[in-house]
Each structure stands twice: as C-alpha cells, then as structure tokens.
Nanobody
Framework: QVQLVESGGGLVQPGGSLRLSCAAS????????MGWHRQAPGKQRELVAA???????NYADSVKGRFTISRDNAKNTVYLQMNSLKPEDTAVYYC???????????????WGQGTQVTVSS
C-alpha cells in the first residue's frame, strides 16, 4: 500500500511563508513526477507546481516567483516553499505522485489527504 502524507499547512498572515512537505511510503519500485495541487472553496482543483524525477519544474503562472518546488529522491519527499503568500492562496493543498509499485505494474497516480493553508490577517 502506498501512502502520501502531507504536513506543514496552517494559518499565516499575508506576505508570510509556509513550507509544505509530502512523504511517500510503502512498497514502491519508482517515483516519477511529484507535484502539488490546490482546491479553494467553490473552485476546481488546480495544479500549483510539479517536478520530474530529474528536477525539471513547472509552475502555475499565479505562483511563479513566489513558490519553489523541490524533492529529495532519497527520502521520497517533495516540498513546496511558499513565500509572499496572498489571501487568494488559501486552499487545501494536495500532494500527487506518479508511482510504479512493481516491475509487473504500471504507473499510477496517488494523492495525499490534503493540508489546509489559510492566508489571512
């Protein structure tokens, strides 16, 4: 069984920073891309940032220059450093990873349970 466990969400004032972490655990052969999505109340889930296994990154226009995604392949962990946070960044943030569990299986997408980020004064 593969699990993605997020941590690091919370309440922060506008202009502040937070760092999210997401660790993948369980029986896995390999992890391909990892990323963060978010969903605000009444809105669709959207991609925030993604990173490939060799470090190529992709960001939503709304977070470019403020958020940084990184990963530690030895720890099967992806991070999201969020700076200069705005009220419109308020959402539940979900980790996603494309994982191959064994040589006899194919790539599947796994999601974490989500962590709340609230930006408010």
């Amino acid at each position: 069984q593969v699990q993605l466990v997020e941590s690091g969400g919370g309440l922060v004032q506008p202009g502040g920073s937070l760092r999210l972490s997401c660790a993948a655990s369980g029986s896995m052969l390999s992890i391909n891309a990892m990323g963060w999505h978010r969903q605000a109340p009444g809105k669709q889930r959207e991609l925030v940032a993604a990173i490939t296994s060799d470090g190529i990154t992709n960001y939503a226009d709304s977070v470019k220059g403020r958020f940084t995604i990184s990963r530690d392949n030895a720890k099967n962990t992806v991070y999201l450093q969020m700076n200069s946070l705005k009220p419109e960044d308020t959402a539940v943030y979900y980790c996603k990873a494309r994982i191959r569990r064994s040589i006899s299986s194919w790539w599947e997408d796994y999601w974490g349970q989500g962590t709340q980020v609230t930006v408010s004064s």
